[in-house]
């Protein structure tokens, strides 16, 4: 063993002090995982941030510290990580047959004014009923909604709606 550590530059104390530094660390990361996995039999999808507060309290008791970032690194390791669901819904198709407008804005000059420029999008909201759209016209100086409606289809008229609220709203500032 000697002769390994003058090989290598490390002293024997030195050797058998990182050896046990190692196993009180493993001993630890256990402590933690059956923790984690007594959790994650209830709650399957909980993430790292709730779970490090719900194990905390138990770790505590045992004498173990844990952190955040000691957790995330653990359960990264492991293969424990949860990736988050991400929602996502297409409402966008570019490739369609109809006519595209062009960009009437992009060579506009820059407004220097409240209700000199308004541009309009549309989003969608899932609600549990279904689906509805939010038509919004914004001021693109003060980036303020000076017109907005919710309507259940992607007819014009939800459009036009939200573009006659803007329009009275302007008569009145």
Known sequence: MERSCQL???SRQGFYQRRQRQARAAARAEAVLVHVRAVRTKLPRLGTRKLRHKIAPLLRVQGVACGRDALFTL?????LLIAPKRSYTKTTDSHHRFHCH?????DAPKPTAPNQLWVSDI???PTRQ??????LVT???SRRIVGHHVHASLHTAGCL???DRAVRGAGRA
């Open 8 to 10: 290598y530059g490390v």
């Open 75 to 79: 359960l990264r390791q492991h293969g």
């Open 102 to 106: 062009p960009n009437g804005v992009k």
């Open 123 to 125: 989003t969608y909201l």
């Open 130 to 135: 279904g689906t509805v759209y939010l038509s």
């Open 139 to 141: 001021d693109a100086f």
């Open 161 to 163: 709606a939200a573009l």
